[in-house]
């Protein structure tokens, strides 16, 4: 990507998406780490009020993706186009500004503080004298907005439970109203309950008109609330598949392998049902 060829972005320029607008399109993207290619070729589209799953084995590249769309990484080739302009994520602060918000598997969240201070934190209002009433408001509209089971504003994270503290970590990623927000394995290690509770959340991110790329290693999950799943395969796209897809096409193409375990139980089950 040539330095005169990107637009440079103004802090705050952003402005909302209309709901099935492309906001994000990635074409030719590849990052190479010395001899090692890490993505070739990605090419990418995400629209306003879509949720995409980003599926692949370990090592398929959707971390590397998902850091350079947070300016973690540079890419080494290929064009970034958001919100209908060329861009260059040069740090997670410029990507930030623009618009893309990232909650990774982490969550960065601070356990020895409330909800309000892990919401507001680092962006806190008035910081030099805090306006703590103001910051508590903003974060029980967000939190009702979601329609988020948070008991009290005030309670320490370290208190919350597991889809309580991806809630937290979501609503923080909603403060500044990001075109797109990027979700690392949002359900890892969850329970039933509190997946439920996460996959209805990002359903309300998707209703409020953001653009959601969603990365996931549970079909069903991916099933409950994607448009689109992108297959990535050693670094390289391995097509474009939809909720109704069966699990030997997604396992085919995540593993790149069309007789497996899954298609042979299928097939066998196919089998009886013709009997």
């Known amino acids: 990507m040539t330095e005169n060829s990107t637009t440079t972005v103004e802090p705050g320029a952003r402005s909302s998406a209309t709901r099935g607008e492309l906001v994000l399109s990635l074409r030719g993207v590849s990052k190479h780490f010395g001899a090692v290619s890490a993505l070739t070729d990605i090419e990418l589209d995400v629209h306003a009020g879509e949720v995409v799953a980003l599926v692949g084995d370990n090592g398929a590249g959707k971390s590397t993706l998902v850091k350079i769309l947070a300016g973690v990484h540079q890419p080494s080739a290929g064009t970034i186009t958001f919100g209908g302009r060329e861009v260059t994520l040069s740090d997670p602060g410029t990507a930030l500004d623009l618009g ?50 948070i008991p009290n504003v005030r309670d320490v994270v370290a208190s919350l439970s597991g889809g ?64 689109r799943i992108v297959v990535l395969r050693l670094g390289r796209n391995n097509g474009v598949f939809y909720p109704d897809s069966s699990n030997a096409e997604l396992v085919a193409a995540i593993t790149g392998a069309t007789e497996n375990a899954v298609s042979r139980r299928a097939g066998r089950r196919q089998a009886q049902q013709d009997v």
């Not at 923080?172 to 509190?194: F, H, N, W, Y």
Request: glycine residues 2%; charged residues 25%.
């Open 100 to 149: 893309i918000a990232t909650v990774f598997q982490d969550l960065a969240l601070c356990e020895n503080l409330d909800v309000v201070a892990n919401i507001f934190l680092g962006r806190e209002l008035s910081p030099l004298r805090l306006d703590e009433v103001s910051m508590e408001v903003r974060a029980w509209t967000l939190l009702n907005e979601l329609s988020a089971r």
């Open 164 to 227: 309580q503290r991806q809630t937290v970590a979501i609503a923080r990623s909603l403060l500044l109203d990001p075109k797109l927000i990027m979700l690392d394995e949002p359900t890892a290690a969850l329970g039933v309950a509190q997946t439920a509770e996460v996959l209805n959340l990002i359903e309300r991110v998707r209703d409020r008109g953001h653009a959601v790329i969603m990365i996931s290693h549970n079909m069903e999950d991916v099933r409950a609330v994607a448009d």
